[in-house]
């Protein structure tokens, strides 16, 4: 939105920076999930890279130089879950910082009592509500390879997304046409039969990391949404389809298709 505003109020808005074909043709010989779309979705996710690749500044943290390979890899990667949403959703996104590996982070909360909680943890990528984004290159690399469902740049372009109601819970804006009621009991739904199956020591069909917070459920979804879609049906099909819906725009998807560009 601020984008857009100071577009309209100074004409400010930055020329898509271009994407020589090899580089492109090199960038999906190496990610089958972007191989997997149409070659009209391609087409649009091109597009969209060369704008996030001029309107996000990415920095190197720890000594790590990047190059426009590096910087290709993750703006592709980030923009594949708004191609049907549309490229606004990502203007939260300002920077992106990559790591040379996992990075630790230190937290300082105050509960609703006004205690005062202090801790760190290594992570292997998170977004920031004031707009950056946060990644471990080496986890960026496993992104995008469909035999597992992890992506660490979906799982924290899916926290950006949900962060755009003002809050980080698993609840983003929906699309027009879509059930507001209906979504919150799917996900309810899912999240409370994963925190049974867990604490019954039962092995759970996705990443226990969902059973976190109803924010990191919606992240953990949204990489099985792209990387393994059949996994998510086998565990949760209603979040399947609510997600479904919601990456294709808050239209329905081809119910023949699995993912994607990709056919059952």
């Given at each position: 939105?601020?984008?857009?505003?100071?577009?309209?109020?100074?004409?400010?808005?930055?020329?898509?920076?271009?994407?020589?074909?090899?580089?492109?043709?090199?960038?999906?010989?190496?990610?089958?999930?972007l191989r997997a779309l149409s070659p009209?979705?391609?087409?649009q996710l091109h597009q969209l890279s060369a704008r996030?690749?001029?309107?996000?500044?990415?920095?190197?943290?720890?000594?790590?130089?990047?190059?426009?390979?590096?910087?290709?890899?993750?703006?592709?990667?980030?923009?594949?879950?708004?191609?049907?949403?549309?490229?606004?959703?990502?203007?939260?996104?300002?920077?992106?910082?990559?790591?040379?590996?996992?990075?630790?982070?230190?937290?300082r909360e105050v509960d609703e009592l006004g205690f005062v909680h202090e801790g760190s943890a290594t992570l292997s990528g998170e977004a920031w509500d004031f707009g950056t984004l946060v990644l471990a290159w080496p986890e960026v690399q496993q992104a995008g390879q469909r035999h597992d469902a992890y992506n660490v740049v979906i799982h924290e372009?899916?926290?950006?997304?949900?962060?755009?109601?003002?809050?980080?819970?698993?609840?983003p804006p929906l699309p027009a046409g879509m059930d507001r009621a209906r979504w919150t009991a799917d996900f309810s739904a899912a999240f409370d039969t994963l925190n049974r199956q867990l604490d019954?020591?039962?092995?759970?069909?996705?990443?226990?990391?969902?059973a976190t917070a109803p924010t990191e459920f919606f992240a953990v979804t949204s990489e099985y949404h792209f990387e393994r879609p059949d996994l998510l049906r086998q565990a949760f099909p209603a979040v399947a389809r609510q997600l479904a819906r919601f990456y294709a725009g808050g239209k329905d998807k081809d119910k023949d298709t699995d993912g994607i560009g990709q056919a059952r």
């Open positions: 939105m601020f984008r857009k505003l100071l577009a309209l109020l100074t004409g400010w808005d930055p020329a898509p920076v271009p994407i020589d074909a090899a580089s492109w043709r090199t960038l999906l010989a190496e990610l089958p999930l009209s979705e391609q087409q996030f690749l001029a309107d996000k500044h990415f920095y190197g943290a720890d000594g790590l130089e990047i190059d426009d390979g590096m910087m290709l890899r993750v703006a592709a990667l980030a923009c594949l879950p708004v191609l049907a949403l549309g490229y606004d959703w990502l203007d939260a996104i300002r920077e992106v910082v990559l790591y040379p590996d996992l990075f630790i982070v230190h937290h372009v899916a926290h950006v997304l949900d962060n755009r109601n003002g809050a980080f819970n698993g609840f019954a020591d039962i092995e759970p069909q996705i990443d226990p990391y969902a």
